[in-house]
């Protein structure tokens, strides 16, 4: 079984900084793309960042110059940081992963529990 957990959510003031994490645990042969995704309440989820398994990444227009993905193949943890956050940065927070689990099965997706991020003053 396969799980992704994310954690480093949290309350925040404008204009201060969070860093999100997710680990990934079970059986797993090889992690494609690691992206991060958001929902506030009453809007669609939207891709804030993405990274490739070679490290290329992109990001949405709104988080461009603010947020920062990366990852730690050797631990196959993504990391989400966070800065200069606004309000409308406010959102349940979502790992996403691309994720093979044995040599001769297929590539899936999988999803975290999200980890709830509030900005406010």
């Known amino acids: 079984q396969v799980q992704l957990v994310e954690s480093g959510g949290g309350l925040v003031q404008p204009g201060g900084s969070l860093r999100l994490s997710c680990a990934t645990s079970?059986?797993?042969?090889?992690?494609?793309?690691m992206d991060w995704y958001r929902q506030a309440p009453g809007k669609q989820r939207e891709l804030v960042a993405a990274?490739?398994?070679?490290?290329?990444?992109n990001y949405a227009d709104s988080v461009k110059g603010r947020f920062t993905i990366s990852r730690d193949n050797a631990k196959n943890t993504v990391y989400l940081q966070m800065n200069s956050l606004k309000f409308e940065d406010t959102a349940v927070y979502y790992c996403?992963?691309?994720?093979?689990?044995?040599?001769?099965?297929?590539?899936?997706?999988?999803w975290g529990q999200g980890t709830q991020v509030t900005v406010s003053s």
């Open positions: 996403h992963a691309r994720i093979r689990r044995r040599t001769w099965s297929g590539i899936d997706d999988y």
């Open positions: 079970g059986s797993i042969f090889s992690v494609y793309g």
């Open positions: 990274i490739s398994e070679a490290g290329i990444t």
